[in-house]
């Protein structure tokens, strides 16, 4: 049987530098050091995206595999310690679990994870994001697997005019449902227009049923019950060969989109495409970020990085997000700009709806509330 290797991509935010815009260089030294020593991985790449440390790892382990996600929980948990000494912002933040049981999903960590027998050459580009939310990938995601504008490669590639398969997640309701590109598409777009609760989770090769994209949907807001910050996605994507070509997965991130996060999880603003260098946002904590990575992966070796937007053809692109940064930031505390209420992570509604209750009259009755 073919060997089958397996590529997770797994982070989170254990301390910021600074504030919660950068990490510092003794995290990803203690991350290295763990990794490298460590028997079950083939091979890793440790890099950071704003906030978040990302650890890029190759095994043959399998999807939700123990020893890995013991290995990430492990790592994350010796940063903290880092973090804690240096007493970087927010250490362990995104470590919500106690103690690791089996799978790191549901402590906080992100995870996205493909498991794939490698093609004669297998070109992954592996996207992560700051300062925003797992929904930021839908945009994109129906861009590269489902938009012919976008993708030509649907139009004239006889490998790819049968279309993909959307696995689709409820973040609020866990559920899921497959959606067939192209003939569910309107169908789909009710849902996935919709960002701040259904999430693409993975995309299909709908002729051969291989994996094609696979990102995170954690949603830690929801899963801590109260404000630890945006979920900072991250989304692994095949290319070339059936999938969509490089240019054809970079291309939905020349035309910005406005996307849930920013100052205090609480914003929107433009998704900016920036090398890995460029990626700490620090205008007003932001805008949000997106590093792409890509890598040829060879019996599991991580060729690369590839630093995919350090090019000139998406300085456009991240004039165009100062652009909108700077018109929403005009517009302060006022919606669209902030969140709608239910949408902010910082709920101060409550407090201040307590302290006026008072103060309220209600206009049903014409009656002044009781002092
Ligand atoms: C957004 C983010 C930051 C913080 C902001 C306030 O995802 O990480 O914008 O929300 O810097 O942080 P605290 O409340 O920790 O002072
Ligand atoms: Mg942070
Ligand atoms: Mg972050």
């Not at 002729?207 to 929801?222: K, M």
Request: hydrophobic share 40%.
């Amino acid at each position: 049987m073919d060997k089958k290797i397996t590529l997770s991509v797994i982070k989170a935010d254990v301390g910021g530098f600074v504030g919660h815009s950068g990490v510092h260089p003794e995290l990803l030294e203690k991350a290295r050091g763990i990794i490298s020593g460590s028997p079950l991985v083939i091979d890793y790449y440790i890099t950071h995206v704003g906030d978040d440390l990302n650890l890029i790892l190759t095994h043959e382990l399998g999807r939700n595999n123990g020893e890995i996600h013991q290995l990430a929980w492990d790592t994350f948990v010796a940063c903290t310690e880092v973090a804690k000494k240096l007493k970087l912002y927010g250490a362990g933040q995104d470590l919500l679990g106690d103690a690791f049981s089996g799978n790191i999903k549901g402590l906080g960590p992100g995870v996205a994870e493909i498991e794939v027998v490698e093609r004669k050459s297998e070109p992954v580009i592996v996207l992560m994001a700051d300062k925003t939310e797992p929904g930021a990938w839908n945009y994109p995601l129906y861009k590269i697997f489902a938009d012919p504008f976008n993708t030509v490669g649907l139009v004239i590639d006889p490998s790819m005019h049968g279309g993909f398969n959307f696995e689709v997640r409820d973040l609020i309701e866990n559920k899921k449902i497959i959606f067939s590109a192209p003939e569910d598409i309107y169908d789909m777009l009710v849902f996935i227009g919709a960002p701040g609760r259904f999430a693409i989770k993975r995309v299909f090769h709908k002729a051969t049923g291989q994996i094609a994209a696979a990102s995170s949907t954690q949603r830690l807001n929801l899963m801590a019950g109260r404000y630890v910050g945006k979920d900072d996605p991250i989304c692994i994507i095949r290319c070339q060969s059936g999938f969509p070509a490089v240019g054809e997965v970079l291309e939905p991130f020349a035309h910005p989109h406005l996307v849930s996060g920013w100052m205090r999880g609480s914003h929107h603003g433009p998704l900016m495409p920036v090398p890995a260098s460029r990626s700490c946002p620090t205008r007003f904590d932001g805008p949000p970020r997106v590093v792409a990575l890509g890598f040829q992966l060879a019996d599991g070796k991580l060729v690369g990085p590839q630093d995919m937007f350090d090019d000139p053809a998406f300085d456009r692109a991240r004039d165009l997000c100062n652009q909108i940064a700077d018109y929403l930031r005009t517009l302060g505390p006022f919606e669209p700009h902030r969140l709608p209420l239910d949408e902010m992570e910082y709920t101060t509604m409550p407090l201040v709806m307590e302290k006026l209750k008072d103060r309220f009259i209600d206009l049903r009755t014409a009656k002044k509330k009781k002092e």
